[in-house]
């Protein structure tokens, strides 16, 4: 089956652009996070939704971060008035259920490069 | 807060064994994953253990021990295309995974 797709694969903003990154979680997954990975680092946690409830946006840098998820499936990430230190890859990932040993399973990522 | 400390590269020749050793600090523990990333690919999952000791899966052992702190995802019969990034993650009680920086695997022929 299809796995987490993410959308587009490669953006590159002029510094105080806004940008908007797709991810399509698996189908039926209720949950879903968003990761920020910095070159030569692991994923960072930002945010998670249960179904279309965020539930903890703890990870979201600053305020200029905004994600959404209107109906329980596809999740946008809006980046407002990108900076250069925004530059990232943004990892989207998914799970069926949220109990003790659910896995997580992730997109290919946006790589977001802001000049 | 969460502190995962693994090697940041590791090189070993094609048929060897490699062990990839993980010690996390964390205020809370749910389980401790470890999930493989090729470059510019997604990172997909491995294993996963929540008790002590031995998981073993294919060609891919995990190990932990809570007690210390401590977790080690063993590749055997190495080939050239586990190449890659290995990414150790403990889960806080309830959801959020906390990686570790990765550990570079290059095999050599």
């Known amino acids: 089956g299809a796995g987490v797709s993410q959308s587009p694969r490669y953006k590159v903003a002029k510094r105080g652009q806004d940008v908007a990154l797709r991810c399509d979680p698996i189908s039926g997954h209720v949950s879903l996070f968003w990761y920020q990975q910095a070159l030569g680092q692991g994923p960072e946690f930002l945010t998670y939704?249960?179904?279309?409830?965020?539930?903890?946006k703890s990870g979201l840098p600053s305020d200029r971060f905004f994600a959404e998820r209107p109906e329980g499936s596809v999740s946008t990430l809006k980046i407002q008035r990108t900076q250069q230190e925004d530059s990232a890859v943004y990892l989207c990932a998914s799970s069926l259920i949220l109990v003790f040993a659910d896995t997580q399973y992730f997109g290919p990522g946006t790589r977001l490069t802001v000049l | 807060g969460q502190n995962i400390d693994q090697p940041t590269e590791m090189t070993a020749t094609e048929g060897a064994i490699v062990q990839i050793n993980c010690t996390y600090q964390?205020?809370?523990?749910?389980?401790l994953f470890w999930y493989q990333q090729h470059a510019g690919e997604a990172p997909t999952f491995l294993s996963y253990?929540?008790?002590?000791g031995l998981e073993e899966k294919g060609r891919f052992s995990s190990f932990l021990s809570r007690s210390k702190g401590y977790s080690y995802l063993l590749l055997k019969e190495l080939q050239m295309k586990d190449s890659a990034s290995y990414l150790c993650a403990v889960r806080s009680p309830g959801y959020k995974l906390s990686f570790g920086a990765g550990t570079t695997v290059t095999v050599r022929a």
């Open positions: 939704f249960q179904n279309e409830a965020q539930l903890d």
């Open positions: 253990n929540v008790l002590d």
């Open positions: 964390t205020s809370g523990f749910n389980g």
